[in-house]
Every structure is written in structure tokens, then in C-alpha cells.
């Protein structure tokens, strides 16, 4: 997969920027502040469907403007090169438009542009709330197997059912029995779809993630696992229906993908258990480099990997290891505000200014 053009109207800070890559490897040079973070995140939002940020459409549009939009020429495989934006406002409905014709579900842009993307924002995701880590996978699966964006989705609405009515029995006395069963059905259902692909996912990235740290330093011995218990759809729809009276008091589900707990630990140390900063990061960006793998394996497509400034808080005896790990078969585009110390010779250089259109500011 090659990254050709980028363009950026009224998103963020960019008034009007477009970069010409030729599906080169580069290096998008700026201080901090010049908007090097908001381009990664307009590509990864091409690529994902949302931003990496959490942000809404409105967040994204520049101020003084009322929308935005993003674009990209993109091109992979044997076929020609292919067109993808979108459209965002301070009202209305996303657009989302793949070779001029829109697209209405999310599930028609993923994996056609398959990338992996760090940013300073994953050190949260990775030391933060468990959460984090579980969307991290699930965007990773959604480019795998998008088909795994049904399962998710009916998962979820049964779950915002499910919580309804607990909700509901919990104020009127009423419990909904059969209500709720149904609802546990599909949650049984789909939830041992999910956990059984993320289950598979971790194994891959994991076994990959050790062979990465072994060439950066042999002592790292990272870890990456999803501890579920092995269950049929009919034995968690038995525990749902089981749980139903606890739940009723919590007001929630408290059992099931959502609240599936994901161990990312350092030299035996979980990163929340005090790794530090750049252990942390370190770990961040050997994993992004491992999904780049494991989507290589699966999609016979090599993704594009958007890495934002790697080298800050990182050692420097481990950014040159950590760059000769660079996926050949990739297009890597690497942000940072100064030349790194050490960086291959194949890397482009480019001014996040020069990337500003005549007329416009960034």
C-alpha cells in the first residue's frame, strides 16, 4: 500500500495543505505545534474512520471554517490508484466518498487503506484505562476482518439494551426476564465471536512483539495477552442470566468483551505498575510495528505506517535499532522536529511548511 497525496482543507490547523509522497518514505520535519500530529491524524482517519484522537467532526474543523475535508490518493495491489475523502462539519452528517460514489456504512472504507499509526496519544491509550487497550484491537481487527465490525456492532447494542433494562427493572421492580434473555442471547453470541478474534490477534502480535524486542535489546522480554476464560455462547448466556440480579443493582453488564482486561507489560512490569516513559513508548511503537507485520501476513498488503515524533523521550541508542525494523515492504512516514540521529537513506525529507498551498497558512 503506497500513500501518493495528502490533501487537507480547513482541518485543524491546515487551511489548505497538500503533500505529494509518490508513496515514498518520508521524513515531515516541524517544530512543535506546526500541525506534524493533525497530519498523521487526517491520514489515520482515512485509513480507520475515526479519529485516533476521539475527537468529533466539529473538533476537527479549523476555526473561523465550517468544515473540512481530507483526501488521499491511495494505491495497493495490481489495481489502479484509488481516491478516498471525507467530508466532516460543525452540523450535519459525515461524508465518506471512495472513487467519487459515497459510502453509507464504515465497514466499505475499512481496509482499504490499512495503516498502523503512532502517536504521543498511545502512551494513554497503552497506560490508561483497559478500554484503551481493547479499541486499540478492535480497530486493528476492523482492518483484518471487516467483517468483525458486525459482531461489534451487535454487541454493543445489545449491551445499550441490556443496561436499559437493568436500568429500567431497577427503578419499577419489573424484571424483564424475557426481555433481558434475548438481549443476553446476542450478547453471548457475538461476544465469543469477539473474544475468540482478539484472542487470535493478541497470540500474533505477541509472538511478533518478542521477536522485534529481541533485535532492539534482548532484556525487554515485552508481553501482550487477553486473559478470557474459554466459554460456549450457551455458558455465558447461562452466566448473563445468572449475574442478572447483581447486575440489576450495579446497573450495568459486568461481565464480557467490554470489560475484557489486556496485559502490556515490560521486563515482567505491566506498564501501569510504573513502567516508565520511555520504556513505555519504546513498547508502543514496537507493537505498532508488530501489527504492521501481522497485517502484512493476513492482507498480502504491506500497510503505511505514520510514526509522530518516536525519537522524543525515547533512548537514542534505540531509535536506529527501532528504524532498521521498518517493515522493506512499507511506506513509513516518520514526523519529527529536527533530522533524527539516525534515519535510513531512502527517507525523503519535507517541511511541514512547504506543504502549505499558495494563498493559504498552516
Known sequence: MRLLRLELRNFRNHRDARADLEGRPTLLL??????????????????????????????????????????????????????????????????????????????DLLGRFPTVHFSVEDLAVLNGEPAGRRRFLDVALCQLEPAYVGALRDYLAALRQRNCLLAESAKDGDPR????????????????????????????????????????????????????PAATAAERAARLEELRPRDRRLGWTSIGPHRARIECAIQGRE???????????????????ALARVLDERLHESPVVLLDDPESELDPRWIGKL???????????????????????????????????????A
Open 30 to 107: 516541524g517544530e512543535n505545534g506546526s500541525g506534524k500530529t493533525n497530519w498523521i491524524e487526517a491520514a489515520a482517519l482515512l485509513s480507520i474512520g475515526r479519529s485516533f484522537r476521539g475527537s468529533r467532526d466539529r473538533e476537527l474543523v479549523m476555526r473561523g471554517a465550517d468544515a473540512f475535508e481530507v483526501k488521499a490518493v491511495v494505491s495497493g495491489g495490481a489495481g489502479s490508484p484509488r481516491e478516498l475523502s471525507i467530508r466532516g462539519s460543525l452540523r450535519g452528517p459525515r461524508e465518506v466518498i471512495v472513487d467519487g460514489a459515497r459510502v453509507e456504512r464504515l465497514a
Open 177 to 228: 426476564n424475557e426481555e433481558c434473555a434475548a438481549w443476553e442471547d446476542i450478547l453471548a453470541r457475538s461476544g465469543v465471536e469477539i473474544d475468540r478474534r482478539r484472542e487470535l490477534l493478541c497470540g500474533a502480535l505477541g509472538e511478533r512483539l518478542r521477536e522485534l524486542a529481541e533485535r532492539v535489546d534482548s532484556e525487554l522480554q515485552p508481553g501482550f495477552g487477553y486473559g478470557v
Open 271 to 289: 506498564l501501569t505498575d510504573g513502567a516508565s516513559r520511555g520504556y513505555a513508548r519504546l513498547y508502543s511503537i514496537l507493537l505498532r510495528l
Open 323 to 361: 528504524l532498521e525494523l521498518l517493515p522493506e515492504g512499507s511506506q513509513t512516514i516518520v514526523t519529527a522536529c529536527r533530522p533524527l540521529t539516525a534515519a535510513p537513506a531512502r527517507f525523503q525529507a519535507m517541511a511541514i511548511e512547504s506543504l502549505a498551498m499558495e494563498g493559504s497558512a
